[in-house]
């Protein structure tokens, strides 16, 4: 799967022990599937899960929901075991957790292989002072901020603003831009609250994330929406687009629309909303 023009609006967390919940994820409506070891998972069912988990991805039926496996940190008893285990059953990319250096990702690649995509959580300090290096690793595709580890360890109040977690949220963005891969915000613990949960998708997108991560089926819609580009930003796109090309084959290098000049750079970001909206309907269509 061509993870670059795969849209990412839902990143749902799965539970790798549950079977029902493993099964149910087969027909939701989200763009990408976490399936969780490590958070979600107790000690004592660690084993088990990477059995359920294996034995689920090799089934398949997840469409084309981008299939992302959170093993445990390489640090644990657990980790090497995950990643050896489900190194080959299917999933379209590893994601692993407490990442603090580039050479973190090196030691799941020795274990892997150099084939498989590699997600890394960005949830210490460290890791968000090391964005840039940890993006540019050439296996690692996308970033996932966690927000909760995150205020953890900088000891911050949780403000429905996300005020102290600014610097690191856009850090993460910045990082994940400048590698050309994709970056995707943390998760909103209240999920019965969809009006909070609607504020800071919004706000994750205006800061440039790709999508949200979510905990609960419930989320999906509202994530869906948030992240996905509006009517009128396709219509206003396609009539950029328009407009410059019309400018340039009469050998104008700008065009006007709606009374705001339309230059080059413009036009790309309307084509990105373009391919985004190709992409979305893509994913409707299985």
Same mark, same amino acid.
């Given at each position: !799967?061509?993870?670059? !023009?795969?849209?990412?609006?839902? $990143?749902?967390?799965?539970?790798?022990?549950?079977?029902?919940?493993?099964?149910?994820?087969?027909?939701?409506?989200?763009?990408?599937?976490?399936?969780?070891?490590? #958070?979600?998972?107790?000690?004592?069912?660690?084993?088990?899960?990477?059995? &359920?988990?294996?034995?689920?991805?090799?089934?398949?039926?997840?469409?084309?929901?981008?299939?992302?496996?959170?093993?445990?940190?390489?640090?644990?008893?657990?980790?090497?075991?995950?990643?050896?285990?489900?190194?080959?059953?299917?999933?379209?990319?590893?994601?692993?957790?407490?990442?603090?250096?580039?050479?973190?990702?090196?030691?799941?690649?020795?274990?892997?292989?150099?084939?498989?995509? &590699?997600?890394? !959580?960005?949830?210490?300090?460290?890791?968000?002072?090391?964005? *840039?290096?940890?993006?540019?690793?050439?296996?690692?595709?996308?970033?996932?901020?966690?927000?909760?580890?995150?205020?953890?360890?900088?000891?911050?109040?949780? *403000?429905?603003?996300?005020?102290?977690?600014?610097?690191?949220?856009? !850090?993460?963005?910045?990082?994940?831009?400048?590698?050309?891969?994709?970056?995707?915000?943390?998760?909103?613990?209240?999920?019965? #609250?969809? #009006?909070?949960?609607?504020?800071?998708?919004?706000?994750?997108?205006?800061?440039?994330?790709?999508?949200?991560?979510?905990?609960?089926?419930?989320?999906?819609?509202?994530?869906?929406?948030?992240?996905?580009?509006?009517?009128?930003? &396709?219509?206003?796109?396609?009539?950029?687009?328009?407009?410059?090309?019309?400018?340039?084959?009469?050998?104008?290098? &700008?065009? $006007?629309? #709606?009374?705001?000049?339309?230059?080059?750079?413009?036009?790309?970001?309307?084509?990105?909303?373009?391919?985004?909206?190709?992409?979305?309907?893509?994913?409707?269509?299985?």
């Amino acid at each position: !799967m061509d993870s670059s !023009m795969h849209p990412y609006r839902s $990143v749902l967390y799965i539970p790798g022990s549950k079977e029902r919940a493993l099964d149910k994820a087969r027909s939701l409506p989200t763009d990408a599937i976490i399936f969780d070891l490590e #958070d979600a998972v107790a000690p004592d069912a660690k084993a088990e899960a990477r059995q &359920i988990l294996g034995e689920a991805l090799r089934q398949g039926g997840y469409g084309k929901r981008f299939k992302i496996v959170r093993i445990n940190a390489l640090t644990t008893e657990w980790g090497l075991e995950d990643a050896r285990a489900l190194r080959d059953v299917g999933a379209d990319a590893i994601l692993l957790p407490k990442v603090n250096t580039s050479s973190d990702i090196d030691n799941l690649s020795d274990v892997i292989g150099s084939d498989l995509p &590699i997600w890394t !959580m960005m949830e210490t300090p460290v890791s968000v002072f090391n964005a *840039r290096e940890i993006a540019a690793h050439a296996q690692v595709t996308g970033l996932v901020a966690g927000t909760n580890d995150l205020t953890k360890d900088l000891g911050c109040r949780t *403000r429905a603003d996300r005020l102290p977690l600014m610097t690191a949220l856009q !850090m993460i963005v910045m990082a994940a831009r400048a590698a050309r891969i994709v970056a995707v915000d943390g998760v909103y613990n209240r999920f019965r #609250d969809g #009006d909070g949960l609607k504020a800071e998708c919004e706000q994750g997108r205006d800061l440039g994330f790709d999508g949200k991560t979510l905990i609960h089926p419930a989320q999906v819609e509202i994530a869906n929406t948030a992240f996905a580009p509006t009517n009128s930003e &396709i219509e206003l796109a396609a009539r950029q687009i328009a407009a410059y090309e019309e400018s340039r084959a009469s050998g104008q290098g &700008i065009a $006007v629309v #709606d009374g705001q000049i339309v230059e080059n750079l413009h036009v790309v970001a309307a084509q990105r909303i373009q391919a985004k909206a190709q992409a979305i309907a893509e994913m409707a269509t299985e």
